[in-house]
Every structure is written in structure tokens, then in C-alpha cells.
């Protein structure tokens, strides 16, 4: 049987306008599983930096890991999974 994978995207929110947002996409861009990203704007002049990571679809393997090396990132004030879908 042949495991698929599955696509995870975080929204991934600095602290700051002045936030440093290349630093925070040099950090993520480390994260195992890491395929992409992407700035997008989301409030008050703000953007948010949508990260992609393709993970293996097998038992025991979750998103846990991931989310925490992007809470621990210095100048990220929140994360949220935005989508998590097979492909």
C-alpha cells in the first residue's frame, strides 16, 4: 500500500509592522517538511507569512513538531493552520 501525503498551511503572524519578516522566512524555510511560502497582507498594514509543508501521511505523524518550531521563531506573535488536506 502506497502512503500519500498531506499539505499543511500556517498562517504565520509577526509580532510587529517592524518585525523582521526575511529572518522569520529563513527560519521556516529549516523546518523539516518545509515546501513553500508565501507574504500575504492581513491587517493594518501588517502581512502574514503563509507557510506549506508536505508531510508523510503515516501513523504517528503529526503537525505537533512542526507548530512548535514555528511558535519558538523569534518575532512570531501566532500561528494558525489554515489547511490540512491529502494530496
Known sequence: IKMGKVVVIYSVRPESQSTNLKSIENEISGIENFDNLEEKPFMFGLKQ???????PDKSGQNTDKIEEQLKAIRGVSSINQEVITLI
Open 49 to 55: 507569512i503563509m507557510a506549506t509543508f508536505i508531510i
